[in-house]
């Protein structure tokens, strides 16, 4: 098993930055991809961006390139995704989920999530 924790959301305006962190344990770090994920009311939980375990490889949403960065510390076993640039269209709350060995764009793809952290944005 491997436990999730995200911090970092908050309420911000609009062209602010946040930085959200997600804490790991349970298990070894190395190996997992970890991904940040987000939902607003009313719409499916969408992906924003992963890493590979290295953290050499990223990926983001096209919605989020260019604003949001992925990145880990796997001493500390943590990821974290800062968020630049905020539009009110980023409000939601955003999912840390980790998928052993494999990256996904799909949310089902992914056994352990995290209990999710609100991010507001305001016009």
């Known amino acids: 098993q491997v436990q999730l924790v995200e911090s970092g959301g908050g309420l911000v305006q609009a062209g602010g930055s946040l930085r959200l962190s997600c804490a790991a344990s349970g298990r070894t770090f190395d190996g997992y991809y970890m991904a940040w994920f987000r939902q607003a009311p009313g719409k499916e939980r969408e992906f924003v961006a992963a890493?590979?375990?290295?953290?050499?490889?990223?990926y983001y949403a096209d919605s989020v390139k260019g604003r949001f960065t992925i990145s880990r510390d796997n001493r500390k076993s943590t990821v974290y995704l800062q968020l630049s640039s905020l539009r009110p269209e980023d409000t939601a709350v955003y999912y840390c989920a980790a998928k052993y060995r494999v990256y996904s764009v799909v949310a089902d793809g992914y056994p352990y999530w995290g209990q999710g952290t609100q991010v507001t944005v305001s016009s």
């Open positions: 890493i590979g375990w290295s953290g050499g490889g990223t």
